[in-house]
């Protein structure tokens, strides 16, 4: 699978990065992006390295994902013009998570609702991720859809 990591140099691209690979996620192709100034940069990934390409770039390579991590301005810029090209968007940034019109995933809990057709996928602020994950089994136990 053809990957691309959009704010692949830094801390939390270089942390997704390590994550890819430590859980062997089936990369074929590594298609970092970062600003203009990192283009032509390495990144190392399954111990070779990667040239960091523009956002331009990474969308004329067609990625089947892109996981953008490089803040909310450029994922409200570049998530549309990536999904435009059909490539599916897994933002990590705060640009959608209010949009009624873009799902709000944490995978361990609702990965189910969503189809084909949804382009861009916002996920939730770190600390809330795992606050959910957590509460989600007492939701559970109590059968009413509250928690205890
Ligand atoms: N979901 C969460 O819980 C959570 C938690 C922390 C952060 N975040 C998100 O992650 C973002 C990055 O955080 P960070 O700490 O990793 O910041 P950072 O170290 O400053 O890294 C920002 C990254 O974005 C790239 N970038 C900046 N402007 C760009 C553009 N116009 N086009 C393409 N790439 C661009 C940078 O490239 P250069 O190296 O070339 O500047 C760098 O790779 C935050 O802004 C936030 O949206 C989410």
Do not use: H, Y
Request: charged share 20%; hydrophobic share 45%; net charge positive.
């Amino acid at each position: 699978m053809k990957v691309a990591v959009v704010g692949a140099t830094g801390l939390v691209g270089t942390k997704m990065l390590e994550v890819l690979e430590e859980r062997n996620f089936p990369v074929t192709e590594l298609i970092p992006v970062a600003s203009e100034k990192s283009v032509g940069k390495k990144v190392r990934f399954k111990n070779r390295d990667w040239s960091v390409v523009s956002a331009t770039d990474a969308i004329k390579a067609k990625p089947a994902i892109a996981i953008f991590s490089a803040g909310g301005g450029t994922s409200l810029e570049w998530a549309p013009k990536f999904a435009e090209a059909g490539i599916t968007v897994i933002d990590n940034s705060s640009a959608w998570r209010m949009d009624p019109a873009k799902k709000l995933i944490v995978p361990e809990l609702n990965a189910d609702v969503l189809t084909k057709s949804d382009k861009i996928i916002a996920n939730p602020n770190c600390s809330t991720i795992q606050m959910v994950v957590a509460l989600n089994p007492l939701t559970k136990n109590t059968g009413s859809g509250e928690l205890l």
